[in-house]
C-alpha cells in the first residue's frame, strides 16, 4: 500500500434531491441520492486504471470528487503518500497542480474566445505561475505550432483533444485524469490520441485513471480495470483477467454486449434485459439483482460486499462466475 | 433477390455545396442500390458524406446545395424530379427515419399519444383506430404497459425507451424503407444490443428494407448484408457484407478495419494503428486517387489519374487501381 499514488477508501457523494424542511414536511427519510456509494480503489505510480460504466453508473462522479469538484459525503483520499485532509480551496488547487483532468468533450471545454495559446498557458496563469513555453507544449502533444493563434472552432475534434492533453499536462502532474478521451472520435484519430497518451505516459512517468464506457478501447490502454453499476465497483482487477474471465454477471454482460467486427461471429450470450435503474430508488440488495439472471433470494436482500477472488482480483456478487470461462471480444 | 426492383437506386450522384470558399463538392459518382428485404449499411468516418447522401435522398439539402448530377430512383420513381405532393408522401409514409439522439426526436411538450396520432395525417382512419395501432406499435417495440404510458411526455421516459417509441414511430405508416441514422450512438452498450435486437426482429416481421448508417463497423458486420464504404464524398468500395469484412480491396477500408480496436488482438502495450493524414479538401479536389495522400500503398499512377470502379466479382467493387489483383 506504501507504493500506491492515489488510494480511495470508502468515497461516497451524495446529492440532495429534496430541501431539509420541505423532507421533513413530506416525510421522506432520505431526502438524497448516493452517486458514489462506498467505492474503494488504489492505482501505483505508472499505472493506469479504467473506470468503466454505463450512463449513472457514477464514473464522472467519482473522479470529480477526487478534485474537489464535487463535494464529498465520506471517505478518505491519499495522494502521493499523504492523506488529502485539508479539502479547502486553498489545499485543493495544491492538488489540482499535481493531478491534471481532461475533460469529456475537448471542444465545449475550450473557451471559444481564447486562442490556443491562451487555453495552453492558462493552467500557469490559474496557479499564479511562471508561463511555460507554449511552442514546446505545442510538440510534445503533436500540434503544429501554426495553430497556437488559433481558436477553438478552427480545430479538428483530434487537434482539440490534443490541447486537452497539452492543458491538462502542462503543469507536469504526476496524475492525469481523463474523462471519456476519445469519445466522439473517427477510429483512425482515436489511434493517434491513445498512442499520444501512452507516449507521454512512457516518457513522463504519467500515472492515468481513464474514465469510458468504450471497452474495446479501454482493454488496449489500461492495466486494470474497474467497472462501476449504480455507485458501487461490482468487480476490480488486471484488465486482461477482467476481460477473459469476468466474475461479476454484469461484467459479463457488458463484454458481451459489444458488438463484434465480424458477420460469422454471432453473438451467443444472453442479451441483458431492461436497464440501470434510477439512483432515486435503488434496489435492495445487490444493485444488479433485478437485471441479473442469476440472481437468487439473498441477492435481493443482502447487499454483497466487495471480496477478494484473488491477490489482485475483488468482485461484489454472492454467486461470482467461474473465473475459468472465456467469453470473447475479439477473434 | 436480383430479380425484383430495389426499393432504392442511386447511380451516379454529384452534389456540391456553394460556399464562400468555393464550391465543396460533398459527393462524387455516388451509386448504390438496397434492395428489398436486405439492410444496407453505410460506413465512414467524419467528413464522408454520409448526412449529405441521406439528405439528397429524402430531399432535405440544405438550400446552398446544387446536385450536379446522376440520379435516386424509389421504388422506381425519379426522386429528383418528384413534385412537392409526392415528396410529402416519401418523406415519413414511404421511406422514414430514425434519428441519432432520441433526446431531441420527440417533441418535448406535446404527449406521445398525440404525436403517433399526428404522424398517421394521412391516413383517414378514426383517430380510436390510430391510437390503437400506436399502442400496438409501442408494445411491439417493447415499452411497458403502452396503453398508459402512451399519454405522456418523452421526458418520462429513458434514452433507450426514446429510441424505442421513434422506431415505433418511424414504423406506423409501414414505410418500405427505413433509413437509420447512427441510431445506437447515444446509448449505452447493453442498450445499443438491445435496439440493434429489436431492429432485427422488425426487419423480419414488416419486411422492408434499411439503410443503416453507422461509424461502428462491429453494428454494421452484426446487422447488414451489405456494405457502403465511404470516404470524402465517394463510395470507395460496395460489397456483401463478408466480402468487405474478410476480403476488403480498398486499402481505406482494410486500415479501418484495423483501426477498430475491438478487432485488434490482445498484444498491450503495442502501437495502436492509425490511418496517417488528413482528409482532403473538397473545395479543392486532389487530381488522382481521393485517398492518396494517405495511402501506404500508393504509386505514381495513382495520383496521375481517379482510378475507376473496379468490379471484383459478386458485386463486389472497390475504386482502386489495384483491386483487380491479389
Known amino acids: 500500500m506504501a507504493e500506491m499514488l492515489l488510494r480511495l477508501e470508502d468515497i461516497r457523494v451524495r446529492f440532495r434531491t429534496h430541501g431539509a424542511l420541505r423532507a421533513r414536511l413530506t416525510g421522506i427519510d432520505r431526502p438524497y441520492l448516493d452517486a458514489v456509494d462506498g467505492v474503494s480503489l488504489s492505482l501505483a505510480a505508472g499505472e493506469t486504471l479504467g473506470i468503466v460504466g454505463e450512463s449513472g453508473s457514477g464514473k464522472t462522479t467519482l473522479i470529480r470528487s477526487i478534485l474537489g469538484l464535487v463535494e464529498l459525503a465520506a471517505g478518505r483520499i491519499w495522494f502521493d503518500g499523504a492523506e488529502i485532509v485539508d479539502r479547502s480551496d486553498a489545499a485543493l488547487r495544491v492538488l489540482r497542480r499535481q493531478v491534471g483532468m481532461m475533460f469529456q468533450d475537448p471542444v465545449a471545454s475550450l473557451s471559444p474566445r481564447k486562442t490556443v495559446r491562451s487555453l495552453i498557458l492558462e493552467p500557469f496563469r490559474i496557479h499564479g505561475l511562471a508561463l511555460g513555453d507554449p511552442a514546446a507544449l505545442m510538440d510534445m502533444v503533436g500540434l503544429p505550432r501554426a495553430l497556437l493563434d488559433n481558436y477553438p472552432h478552427q480545430l479538428s475534434g483530434g487537434q482539440a483533444r490534443r490541447v486537452g492533453v497539452a492543458r491538462a499536462l502542462a503543469l507536469r502532474p504526476k496524475l492525469v ?17 491513445l498512442n499520444l497518451l501512452a507516449r507521454l505516459q512512457a516518457e513522463l512517468g504519467l500515472s492515468y485513471v481513464i474514465v469510458t464506457h468504450n471497452l474495446p478501447v479501454i482493454r488496449h490502454v489500461s492495466s486494470r480495470l474497474a467497472i462501476m453499476y449504480l455507485g458501487r465497483i461490482v468487480e476490480e482487477g488486471p484488465t486482461r483477467a477482467v476481460f477473459t474471465a469476468p466474475a461479476h454477471p454484469y461484467t459479463r454482460a457488458l463484454v458481451a454486449a459489444v458488438p463484434r467486427p465480424d458477420p460469422d461471429d454471432a453473438r451467443s450470450e444472453p442479451l441483458l434485459s431492461g436497464e440501470v435503474p434510477s439512483l432515486r430508488d435503488r434496489p435492495s440488495g445487490c444493485p444488479f439483482n433485478p437485471r441479473c439472471p442469476d440472481a437468487q433470494d439473498r441477492c435481493r436482500i443482502d447487499v454483497p460486499a466487495p471480496r477478494a477472488l484473488a491477490e489482485t482480483r475483488t468482485v461484489a456478487c454472492h454467486f461470482p462466475l467461474s473465473t475459468r470461462m472465456t467469453p470473447r471480444l475479439t477473434t | ?25 460533398a459527393l462524387r459518382d455516388v451509386s448504390l442500390s438496397v434492395p428489398r428485404d436486405r439492410i444496407v449499411g453505410i460506413v465512414g468516418e467524419s467528413g464522408c458524406g ?19 448530377g446522376g440520379t435516386i430512383r424509389f421504388e422506381g420513381e425519379d426522386v429528383l424530379a ?26 418535448p411538450v406535446v404527449s406521445i399519444a398525440t404525436q403517433m396520432i399526428d404522424i398517421q395525417h394521412r391516413d383517414p382512419a378514426p383517430k380510436a383506430e390510430k391510437r390503437a ?8 417495440v ?32 409501414n414505410p418500405s424503407l427505413l433509413i437509420a441514422d447512427e441510431p445506437t450512438t447515444a446509448l449505452d452498450v447493453t442498450l445499443e444490443a438491445q435496439i440493434v435486437q429489436l431492429i432485427r426482429e422488425l426487419k423480419r416481421d414488416f419486411r422492408g428494407s434499411i439503410l443503416f448508417v453507422s461509424h461502428n463497423l462491429g453494428l454494421i458486420a452484426e446487422l447488414c448484408d451489405e456494405v457502403v464504404v465511404m470516404y470524402a464524398g465517394e463510395v470507395v468500395e460496395r460489397g456483401d457484407v463478408r466480402a468487405i469484412f474478410h476480403a476488403p480491396r480498398h486499402p481505406y477500408t482494410r486500415l479501418l478495419l484495423a483501426c477498430d480496436p475491438a478487432r485488434i488482438p490482445d498484444g ?8 496517417k493524414g488528413a482528409l482532403p479538401d473538397l473545395a479543392a479536389l486532389p487530381e488522382g486517387c481521393i485517398f492518396a495522400s494517405r495511402c501506404p500503398e500508393a504509386e505514381l499512377r495513382c495520383v496521375a489519374a481517379a482510378p475507376a470502379m473496379i468490379a471484383t466479382g459478386h458485386g463486389h467493387v472497390a475504386r482502386c487501381i489495384k483491386a483487380g489483383h491479389g
Do not use: C, W
Request: net charge neutral.
Open chain 1, 177 to 193: 485524469i481523463a474523462d471519456e478521451p476519445t469519445a466522439g472520435l473517427d477510429v483512425s484519430v482515436q489511434g493517434e490520441i
Open chain 2, 1 to 25: 433477390m436480383t430479380s425484383s426492383p430495389p426499393i432504392l437506386d442511386i447511380a451516379d450522384l454529384s452534389v456540391s455545396f456553394a460556399t464562400p470558399r468555393g464550391k465543396v463538392r
Open chain 2, 50 to 68: 454520409k448526412t449529405t447522401l441521406i439528405s439528397s435522398i429524402l430531399r432535405l439539402l440544405a438550400a446552398n446545395a446544387v446536385v450536379e
Open chain 2, 82 to 107: 418528384m413534385p412537392d405532393a409526392a415528396l410529402g408522401e416519401l418523406r415519413g409514409k414511404r421511406a422514414a427515419m430514425v434519428f441519432q439522439d432520441p433526446m431531441t426526436a420527440l417533441n
Open chain 2, 133 to 140: 395501432r400506436a399502442v400496438a406499435m409501442l408494445r411491439r
Open chain 2, 142 to 173: 417493447g415499452i411497458p404497459d403502452p396503453g398508459e404510458r402512451i399519454d405522456g411526455y418523452a421526458h418520462r421516459f429513458s434514452g433507450g425507451q426514446r429510441q424505442r417509441i421513434a422506431i415505433a414511430m418511424a414504423l406506423l405508416m
Open chain 2, 268 to 275: 498491450a502495450g503495442a502501437e495502436l494503428p492509425t490511418i
